[in-house]
């Protein structure tokens, strides 16, 4: 603790496994200064020195081994390790302890004593390896074959390079778990079972849900623009932070600090942020996956947006011919038998059917099912919710075909202005009014809140007459072409990190934060080429520094070289 607050550097070992590289590199050098001892030879001082040690360490092992058993707060290390586990470790210790004795009493040749103990201890490592996750590695079509989503994303992306879809920065945001089974399962298991073992095959299976969802940091592999990465998860920001905790709820009852908030979005998010926090972040395509949605009567509701009605409200239905109309509907506080609302159905010849809407006896659960019912097929295109009581959500739609037994989902948009494009063992909804991820606004587009510059409208795309175009987009360099009518605000939102500079038509410029988390040049009028290229100080401090070190070992290499050689000559006998 005091290291972590105090020493440069040790704040970057916020995850426990990393503390394993200082142990790593300690366990290392020990190792080394134990063999060429023993290479040497130990003193009699080392001897007692050794087998004291060794003596302590086995006793603090086992008294911390029963400890930990009884009084760890962690209930799963309340246990004593199975019987093999511990068989392992007596195994262990015995062979040391019985060749510490032999070397130091018996006192064999040094150098086959350290020879031997390198060979014990790659065997050993060796077989602790054999356990290992790196050790089950599966075939390399577990990463680069591709799931059906990765290929909708990559497809869409394609299209948009191609010019046959509309532009955009087609950003991606996944909040999708790791809980669904992939739609393939029984074909892997058949075809993989009988080659991998139990855990390979398990390996093999959340690969293939890890690229359904972009996760850890597969969107780098594919190229897909994704909000999440190892920009959060990895090395954060205090901006990173400061932004996230905008919008990601903290647990219920909590108080977390800010610097909790540094892992991948996707493991923090359980639910959509707010539609001001999609536009804000550029977001294209959200990713999400099919565990919270339900079944009723053996229909399918999609539960991932919700509608509050609070004033008469007009939802647009997608065309199908069907017989009624399914909703699932929330109403806590309501009784059963309550008019919730009045809905009415209307299509191309008119009204479909006028319905008063109240709540069932399953009222005191999370949601429940009403089914709109009407004679013949029809393919009702508008709903009107006119409500009658504070407190009703509209929940989920699907329109029912009840002699052709099918359905098609309706879309409950809420807030957001989603369009469900891909439905497989996730779900990909298409956002059809993004935000860009680089657009232009006058000054007073930007506004000054608690000394930090803001967008007044997230959603903004620039004014009529001015214009942003992405020219070379590369992960280290930028260019845009900016036509200004007015002096304004260049907004990207790429993440405002240290290192990049900023160049309006050659000229050096100031990019400022807006928005805690981005990037906004100002912009005089005209037009103006502006290039963002990423030159960070410290890897040229780095490259510097590399350079002064090669250069100060080759002298000295040198230097030794010619000193060896004038001793070797003045060695040799004059004639």
Not at 112 to 117: P, T
Not at 140 to 168: I, Y
Not at 174 to 199: A, H, N, V
Not at 236 to 245: A, I, M
Request: with cysteine.
């Amino acid at each position: 603790s005091v290291l972590y607050r105090i020493m440069p550097g040790f704040d970057l070992f916020r995850a426990q496994a990393r503390w394993l590289i200082m142990l790593s590199l300690g366990a290392a050098l020990a190792t080394g200064l134990g063999v060429h001892m023993l290479w040497e030879g130990p003193s009699s001082w080392h001897r007692h020195f050794w087998l004291i040690g060794w003596t302590v360490l086995i006793v603090a092992f086992v008294g911390a081994l029963l400890l930990g058993a009884r009084f760890s707060p962690e209930a799963e290390y309340r246990n004593v390790p199975a019987t093999s586990v511990v068989a392992g470790w007596v195994a262990a210790f015995a062979v040391v302890t019985a060749g510490m004795l032999l070397v130091f009493f018996r006192r064999p040749p040094t150098q086959l004593a350290a020879a031997g103990a390198c060979a014990l201890l790659c065997i050993e490592l060796l077989a602790a390896s054999q356990f290992q996750p790196y050790a089950r590695a599966s075939d390399d079509a577990a990463l680069t074959s591709l799931q059906p989503s990765t290929a909708h994303l990559l497809a869409g992306q394609a299209l948009r390079a191609a010019g046959k879809a509309p532009p955009g920065s087609g950003r991606i945001l996944s909040i999708s778990g790791l809980l669904f089974d992939p739609g393939d399962l029984p074909e892997q298991t058949l075809i993989y079972g009988p080659q991998l073992s139990k855990d390979e095959l398990y390996d093999r299976i959340v690969a293939t849900k890890q690229k359904e969802v972009l996760s850890p940091n597969l969107s780098v592999y594919y190229r897909l623009p994704d909000v999440d990465g190892y920009d959060g998860g990895l090395l954060p920001l205090r901006n990173y932070t400061d932004f996230v905790k905008q919008f990601v709820p903290a647990p219920a009852g909590q108080s977390v600090n800010p610097t909790e908030y540094d892992g991948r979005l996707r493991e923090m998010l359980t639910r959509v942020p707010a539609n001001d926090w999609l536009q804000r972040m550029a977001v294209k395509y959200l990713i999400t996956d099919k565990t919270h949605d339900i079944f009723i009567d053996n229909v399918y509701y999609d539960m991932q947006f919700s509608q509050p009605l609070s004033d008469v409200t007009h939802i647009p239905l997608n065309p199908f011919p069907a017989t009624s109309l399914g909703v699932v509907l929330s109403a806590p506080g309501s009784h059963a038998g309550d008019l919730l609302f009045n809905a009415t159905l209307t299509d191309t010849a008119g009204v479909v059917g006028t319905y008063p809407v109240r709540a069932t006896r399953d009222v005191t659960g999370s949601y429940f099912g009403v089914r709109l019912n009407w004679a013949g097929r029809r393919s009702p295109g508008e709903l009107i919710i006119t409500p009658t009581v504070s407190g009703v959500s509209l929940l989920a739609m699907t329109s029912i075909d009840q002699p052709g037994n099918a359905f098609q989902t309706q879309p409950v948009r809420g807030q957001y202005d989603m369009r469900l494009v891909y439905s497989g063992d996730v779900k990909i909804y298409a956002n059809q009014r993004p935000a860009p991820r680089a657009f232009f606004t006058p000054q007073d587009g930007l506004k000054v809140v608690d000394d930090q510059l803001h967008v007044v409208a997230p959603d903004a795309k620039g004014i009529s007459s001015g214009q942003v175009t992405i020219g070379t987009d590369e992960p280290e360099r930028l260019v845009l072409t900016v036509v200004a009518p007015v002096a304004g605000w260049l907004v990207v939102r790429d993440a405002y990190y240290p290192g990049w500079v900023a160049r309006i038509d050659g000229r050096v410029t100031s990019i400022d934060l807006v928005d805690t988390m981005f990037r906004a040049v100002p912009v005089p009028a005209g037009n103006h080429t502006i290039t963002f290229t990423y030159q960070p100080v410290s890897v040229q401090i780095g490259e510097a520094l590399s350079a002064l070190g090669m250069a100060v070992w080759l002298s000295a290499l040198v230097l030794a070289i010619v000193q060896r050689a004038h001793s070797a000559a003045s060695k040799t006998p004059h004639e």
